[in-house]
């Protein structure tokens, strides 16, 4: 008798593959999920694998739309960044994943689900608490946490040799020095040869995008529009391709880092659980975007509500993202406050692409947005309304304070 | 009989050189300042110019090792940016030229101050600010800001007419159509043509640096070397220079930066006064400089302490520099706070400069900062001490709240 | 002829009846505006007295209400205060009592606003600039600001005599020696004898509340309803009394504060415009509405949610009001935030008043503001579902990072 | 042959008697270990029934002083509070208690420390974060964790029919139904009757103070005098008593407050873990102590420098004390950017305690504290040096913004 229905998040790969095998060697009926979240895979071979080696149902959802729409744009409108530097690629795919994996679990009857994270790093945390959060009595089986897995299966050798004995096909392509997440967004490296910081990764481990050194000599020049500060339209000023759907649109900026070389950082961050790890990261058209984005709201959006949003939204809408709190409710709460602030960021931005770099080459309001910004009045050689006497008293009332300063050495 | 002594921050130029003739007109007997933080300037030539037209004594004050150590490493140790963007060039040279205004001022019993900013910009407020809280009694004549001063020079053609008549020389140069502000740290353009947000400045404007796309075709690589923050070692890994002077190390990254194209901004910012303004700036060492640091403090900051730092020193340092509030408690105290978190940011990093832009190549700590990361327990491939099921419970802890969140709509 | 129509905003006291007369020397035509926000004031006998001095037309408005609703429960929601003590009462009362004045500025066809508020307070911040945020073509006078007036008025004595040769009539009451502001919300006393902040105020300046020592023996017991934050049903347990018409449960508060001695405040507090000074404060109502309001943030609001709502909504939300930014884009975008923390935050506190002090003695949720407490579930005696192995996972991983501390000292 | 050494957390009562002897029965040495830290306790007795069920040793360590030297006056100097209400007691005294327990451990060449907190609430995960930084590598036994203990123990009962097998004295007292913990700081009340958090705690729950009812008719005056933001003496003006040993005078506060009917609360908050659960408070002299520190920084401390102390010190440290990471690095670098601040916070005030409530009556600053409140230059009447014309200008430019802004609606 069955112990019930898993619903596995399953990749095609060994690990997964393994894990398929090893839950219904438990007492299991398994089936399987994968999420297209725009990463290079082959689906359909996946799928014949999986049910090949005993998964009772297979469902491949694209996600892509919902990625792009629901979690990468107003991630854009936060400007959400981790420690500076990580655009949170992964962190931003795990909730879609996660609640369409939740969807087809309730759907299909299956009280269980499982993945393949390593008990180590954030993708199980932020896994898990979505599924908790969307389904608080979902039963949870990660076997790479569990002693009866993981010290059954070693190393990378001992899976081979279940999945030789299971008759799971094993793929003999040399194994690459480190590991690797992709999506629409982005495609991280962790582990293996990254795993010393001072190591260079070598270049034939960057995916997505050229090396700068071998992008083209000429430049790129964009214009992206945005209205409530989610991009609508972006016209390629080089060649005339405009695109306006959302998905369309975010492809295509990809497109256009790729090639241009945009978007490889290379970091040491701070993990949830507490350790250290070196990434490294491409996000091509995310990086472009976000760059757009800030310029803009230099434009549109009031100052001090910009030093508001900047402290108390983007920094914790990054850390929440990052440490998987997608579904809760403070996430609710900076999104809705999120969205406030966005309504006047109409405008567009020109922007030059070149080897690894983008250059903000001017940028345009409409709407309410362009009332902040008045040409005449900011002039430096028109008075425009302004008295200047006026600035005067602004300084000498804020001195006030200062002259009663006594320095502390 | 002499209304007093005024001590008149000059520039050579020709609003200064009127405003020098003016006051004496005035009554005043003038003494002029030039304070030398790096800027291209003849300052001989300015001297010989101020003594011409009727300057009791010319001051030329060499601060830029002041500028380097007291002003800008401290900002690279805060990562100090304002408006997710600018990197404070011009806020960063007031206090250092403020400071030893005073001091002469002092020196040479002059009670009053001078100096040719507007009445429009942030400047005017970032002098007067360090005079007051230097100086609580100081008296300062802000001459643009006086109706009987603006009023009578309404425009450029009135300054030369007026300089035609006092016999002040007047370079006869095409007067650009925009403004600027040098230093070692950056250059920075406003006005004139800058003024339309969406005019793309023209090549020609840019001074400081090599446009990436003629900058050399061959990436360079470097090693920057830190002790608490601070920059103590740069070597240049093509061709084997090594310098450790804190100044001169700085002269040099600004040569590596200009020579690769980096460190160009073009933004729209918020001016303390509450008008919004567009900014080009050119930073380039300073651009590598902060690039660097954020990297090993990923490695060598505790993530706690590093994101207290982000949201609590790093963002209100960068607004107090920018609005003129560098003498004052909270400048201090942030100071204070700020040196506590860098004792450990000791190691180096890896860097290529290439067209523009700047790649992370890798890093290593030094000392107490290497013990947070520990390679083998990061690793995903070892277990390195951790019980991965503490992770499960560590995850079905913070899910209990989330288990009650109930989405609002 | 004219030089245009003045609303002043007008007390019935010496100065803005001094001001009054002066503006028609001037040459001004001037209306009268008196907002009643709750003080104790004879509307009435001032309006005589503006008509029997020049006074064109007077308006006496009744904003109690509006002040009740807009001001003060969202200030309530926002537990708002001003450097841990100060709830606000002069501030909440401003924005009102200006926007009524521009309304009726602009309905009347006058340009020109005055008040009679000193230069070194922050009421003239206040009232000027909700002016200039709600029409910004508005021209203010402010007599104590400008030099032909103070100069001509150094003293009281001066305006008595004014007073006495334009025939306004002078009360022959002894001054009192401080000065207060009363509305609604609360009573303030400043300047005079308050000026050393080492002064005990006298007993008979407290004007709203008996002291603690004159208060009941009897200890008062009522319970407070609220429905998204907002109080809407008081009930006192002593004697049966029901209230729940807003501005009606607002005044019914007070008089259960006032008569239990409850809300005097003295501080020093930070104006604005960088001076400390010293006020005294008596807020009944408020202060037992804002702990009531507290205690029950606590049963109802996600720890996570109150954590940012508490440092990135309360406090800058107080600061803004104390500064006079409230018609402003921040104070949308934080009240706009605000709202959403709200809508769970339903339920009721009981609480004792009692001479002086404020005593919680339960509290309620009900709706979803219930779903966050589980009274098994935190029970120490039940075990509810949690698994207490889990928290050891929880605090062994929180742990990871602490290991690898190196305590500095 | 002993599993090894283990340091248990004694408290003398049944849970920790019962662990001690059931670790005997698990092949360990035991030895108890109680720290004195002001609560009320028979500590001899303790000692003997320790030694008389089995322990090898018992450690008696008087932490009092550095209790409130290390722990509490930092948290006073802090304004340290959580979730606006709780005042830390029981957080401020874990720190102390652990690091003695590890030193302890490490003397005695225990590996493994224990105690008996269940596995709910906080206390666990602060005793053990602390034991973790502090020595990275020791075991932690925490029985009410293991199944195999709280399985065999699932109620009261169980452990009294234990304790009557085992030859553990039982003090047949009717068990109270609430928990309480205790120290000089402050006692807590949880569990049992208080789990309803409509049910008012019954009167004779209240230990540390009287009810304000039932306090002294006559108010109490006292003044505080601090330095560096510590307290340093306390004078009663109404019989002349003075204490000025830290550890005294804190005594001395305590009774003042406990005389008075002062510090006690009752609320719900937000445990680390993610539960909700309802306490009851009193904390007598730190309610004393906290008002009046609160007061002195309005005298004392720059305006902003309050504001950034208010926002990135006290709230920061409130959590991080509740949530047990007192032994972090980020708990170094605020408290020494809290000292920072403290250091012109020198001064006293004059308090009225009476019947539950707190008066400030009036502060005075000593040395350079005392520069920042001038008297003559806040006073209404008198000019002081400020010209009211400035305060013009600086209202019109901050207008300047808030004349573009659009309302929303």
């Not at 400007?79 to 759907?107: C, D, H, K, M, W």
């Not at 040869?193 to 995008?209: G, H, I, R, Y």
């Not at 008293?393 to 002259?403: C, E, K």
Request: contains cysteine; neutral net charge; proline residues 5%.
């Amino acid at each position: 008798m069955s112990k019930g229905r898993v619903l596995l998040a399953y990749s095609g790969g060994l690990d997964t593959s393994c894990i398929l095998v090893w839950l219904i060697e438990q007492g299991y009926e398994v089936l399987a999920y994968m999420a297209n979240i725009g990463q290079e895979e082959d689906f359909e071979a996946a799928k014949v694998k999986a049910l090949s080696i005993g998964a009772k149902k297979v469902f491949i959802e694209d996600l892509r739309r919902a990625f792009v729409e629901e979690l990468i744009y107003p991630a854009i409108q936060a400007n959400a960044v981790y420690e500076n530097v990580y655009l949170l690629g992964t962190s931003l795919a795990r909730p879609v994943i996660a609640r369409s994996q939740i969807e087809i679990a309730i759907r299909e009857g299956c009280d269980v689900v499982s993945h393949g994270c390593t008990g180590k790093g954030n993708d199980q945390v932020r896994f898990e608490l979505a599924y908790y959060a969307l389904k608080p009595n979902i039963k949870v089986i990660a076997p790479w946490r569990m002693p009866e897995f993981y010290e059954r299966f070693p190393g990378r050798q001992s899976l081979i040799a279940y999945a030789n004995e299971k008759g799971i096909p094993v793929v003999h392509t040399a194994a690459k020095p480190w590991s690797t997440d992709e999506n629409l967004y982005h495609i991280s490296y962790e582990a293996g040869m990254l795993e010393d910081p001072a190591a260079t990764p070598s270049q034939d481990m960057w995916k997505l995008t050229v090396a700068p050194e071998n992008a083209p000599d000429t430049p790129e020049r964009i214009i992206i529009a945005f209205e409530k500060g989610k991009p609508v339209r972006i016209e390629n000023k080089n060649d005339g391709t405009v695109v306006t759907d959302p998905l369309d649109l975010f492809i295509y900026l990809n497109t256009l880092g790729r090639r241009n070389g945009i978007g490889r950082v290379d970091i040491v961050e701070s993990r949830f659980i507490g350790l250290k790890s070196r990434g490294c990261y491409e996000t091509p058209g995310g990086t472009i975007l976000r760059a757009a984005h800030i310029d803009l709201e230099g434009l549109t959006l009031d100052g001090q509500v910009r030093h508001l949003k900047d402290v108390n939204i983007s920094i914790p809408y990054g850390r929440l993202l990052y440490n998987g709190l997608y579904f809760s409710p403070e996430r609710e709460f900076l999104l809705h406050s999120l969205e406030f602030t966005q309504r006047n960021v109409n405008g567009e931005v020109q922007l030059k692409l070149y080897k690894g770099s983008i250059t903000i080459e001017g940028r345009k309001a409409f709407g309410d947005g362009a009332k902040l910004y008045n040409m005449e009045e900011s002039s430096m050689d028109v008075q425009g309304g302004l008295t200047p006497t006026d600035a005067g008293g602004f300084i000498r009332t804020h001195a006030i304070r200062l002259r009663k300063w006594t320095p502390s050495n």
